[in-house]
């Protein structure tokens, strides 16, 4: 999957967002509309934040050592965020968290980003990050906030499939990244 280019698949399970009665009003100017009491995520704008997270994500790997955090404690895709980290050799954490747990990571990895797959299931490390000023990158669905969430990625976060493409799209960013600035160290 590129960026510029989603499959129809990714598209149609992406799109759809919660009931009305569970949407956060802040969420309305990321919708298409609603359509049978759920809300429909308007794909433009998820496309136009993974185009944001790749510059941004560009940008940070021009500075000395980043480390980009993976965050996901959903037992279903834990293990596919924890390959793709890997792949892209980064700091992961798939397992409980405890306050405090970002500083100690900080203290241990130099971590310049969090990555979560879902920002309402993970709202006491956004919490965490934005003391330590550090930026984060999420999932955001219809029934989720945005608040402190620096590069919001919207769409429906309760889909493997969709954990899966866009962690692997990070993961592919920062590879290119990566192989580019080693590439042009060379010349």
């Known amino acids: 999957m590129g960026i510029a280019n989603f499959k129809k698949d990714f598209i149609y399970h992406s799109s759809f967002g919660h009931k009305i009665q569970s949407t956060d009003p802040k969420t309305f100017s990321n919708l298409l509309g609603f359509r049978k009491g759920a809300s429909i995520i308007n794909i433009e704008k998820c496309k136009e934040a993974v185009s944001l997270m790749n510059r941004f994500v560009c940008l940070l790997f021009d500075k000395k050592k980043p480390q980009v955090l993976f965050v996901n404690f959903d037992e279903q895709s834990n293990k596919l965020t924890l390959l ?15 306050s405090g747990n970002l500083t100690n990571v900080i203290s241990k990895n130099r971590i310049t980003a969090v990555f979560l797959l879902s920002s309402k299931k993970t709202y006491f490390v956004i919490e965490e990050a934005t003391k330590l000023n550090i930026p984060v990158i999420s999932f955001v669905d219809t029934d989720s906030t945005l608040n402190n969430i620096s590069f919001p ?7 493997v499939q969709l954990d899966y493409e866009l962690t692997s799209v990070l993961s592919d960013i920062i590879i290119k990244t990566v192989l580019t600035k080693h590439a042009l160290s060379h010349l």
């Open 84 to 98: 793709c980290a890997l792949r892209a050799i980064q700091p992961v954490l798939i397992d409980g968290w405890s």
């Open 153 to 159: 990625l919207w769409l429906n976060d309760n889909s």
